[in-house]
Structure formats: structure tokens, C-alpha cells
């Protein structure tokens, strides 16, 4: 696979965590629900930032972003959720979620590296950071 082929999985996969995000925003309840509704928040803010980095990356390079429902729903290796879930069960989805973009990432960067794209490197790289991050804050929480 290419780089744009690559960001491009990354892109489909982010829309979805987003979406999932959106939902656990609004629909999160109990005891935890001002700190939940909070982070969702901030966390889908977040989100559209990088989803729209990496289609701008796409397009530098050359691609064409998908972003069309039907590549999202026939390509999404992010899990969608129903509207209603427990608060925990949510966190665990974005631990999931954070774990398969992870997996995404570093599939991106071993193919820009292979070809000499430093400016796909530079950009993401630190998105493994920030998600591992969350990972920790958020296993953290479920203790």
C-alpha cells in the first residue's frame, strides 16, 4: 500500500472514532457523567482537528480523501457503537479504538519512512504519543 492508501485507512477509521465520540458525548450517564461529558468532548474537538490534518495530507500528496459514508462503512476497521452504552463500556471503546488508529499509525509512518517522507513523519508521529497517552489516562479511570 501507498502512503495516501495508507492515510486514507487512517482517515476512514478516525471519521468513525469521531462519530462514536459525538455519541458517547451526548448520550454518556451517571456518577461520572460531568468528567465524561467533558472529555467526549474534547476528545471528538480533537478528533475533526487530525481528521481534517489527514486529509489535507492526502491532497498534498497527491490522493483524494475518503470520506464518503459509504468507503467509511465499507472500509471502517473502528468498531461503530449504538447510541446507548454504559459509560464504561464507552471508555473501553475508545481504548479499542485509540488501539486499532495506533496499529494505523505506525502502518503509515513504516510506509513513509520506506520512501523518504519526512513531512508525513513529522505530522504524525506524535499522534502514537497522544494516544498511548490516553490509553494510560483511561485505563487509569476504569481501575
Same mark, same amino acid.
Not at 481534517?52 to 498534498?60: M, P, S, Y
Not at 485509540?98 to 509512518?109: P, Q
Not at 520512501?115 to 494510560?136: C, P
Given at each position: 500500500?501507498?502512503?495516501?492508501?495508507?492515510?486514507?485507512?487512517?482517515?476512514?477509521?478516525?471519521?468513525?472514532?469521531?462519530?462514536?465520540?459525538?455519541?458517547?458525548?451526548?448520550?454518556?450517564?451517571?456518577?461520572?457523567?460531568?468528567?465524561?461529558?467533558?472529555?467526549?468532548?474534547?476528545?471528538?474537538?480533537? &478528533?475533526? =482537528?487530525?481528521?481534517?490534518?489527514?486529509?489535507?495530507?492526502?491532497?498534498? %500528496?497527491?490522493?483524494?480523501?475518503? #470520506?464518503? *459514508?459509504?468507503?467509511?462503512?465499507?472500509?471502517?476497521?473502528?468498531?461503530?457503537?449504538?447510541?446507548?452504552?454504559? &459509560?464504561? =463500556?464507552?471508555?473501553?471503546?475508545?481504548?479499542?479504538?485509540?488501539?486499532? %488508529?495506533?496499529?494505523?499509525?505506525? #502502518?503509515? *509512518?513504516?510506509?513513509?519512512?520506506?520512501?523518504?517522507?519526512?513531512?508525513?513523519?513529522?505530522?504524525?508521529?506524535?499522534?502514537?504519543?497522544?494516544?498511548?497517552?490516553?490509553?494510560?489516562?483511561?485505563?487509569?479511570?476504569?481501575?
Amino acid at each position: 500500500m501507498t502512503v495516501v492508501e495508507k492515510l486514507n485507512q487512517l482517515l476512514i477509521n478516525y471519521q468513525v472514532h469521531y462519530q462514536n465520540l459525538r455519541l458517547f458525548h451526548w448520550n454518556v450517564k451517571g456518577p461520572f457523567f460531568f468528567v465524561l461529558h467533558d472529555k467526549f468532548e474534547e476528545l471528538y474537538r480533537d &478528533a475533526a =482537528e487530525k481528521i481534517d490534518e489527514v486529509a489535507e495530507r492526502v491532497l498534498a %500528496l497527491g490522493g483524494t480523501p475518503k #470520506g464518503s *459514508l459509504k468507503n467509511i462503512v465499507s472500509n471502517a476497521d473502528v468498531e461503530s457503537h449504538e447510541e446507548q452504552m454504559e &459509560a464504561n =463500556e464507552m471508555v473501553n471503546s475508545i481504548i479499542s479504538a485509540n488501539k486499532k %488508529l495506533i496499529e494505523n499509525l505506525n #502502518g503509515v *509512518l513504516t510506509t513513509a519512512e520506506e520512501v523518504g517522507d519526512e513531512g508525513t513523519l513529522d505530522i504524525f508521529t506524535s499522534y502514537i504519543q497522544e494516544l498511548e497517552k490516553q490509553n494510560w489516562m483511561f485505563k487509569a479511570y476504569l481501575k
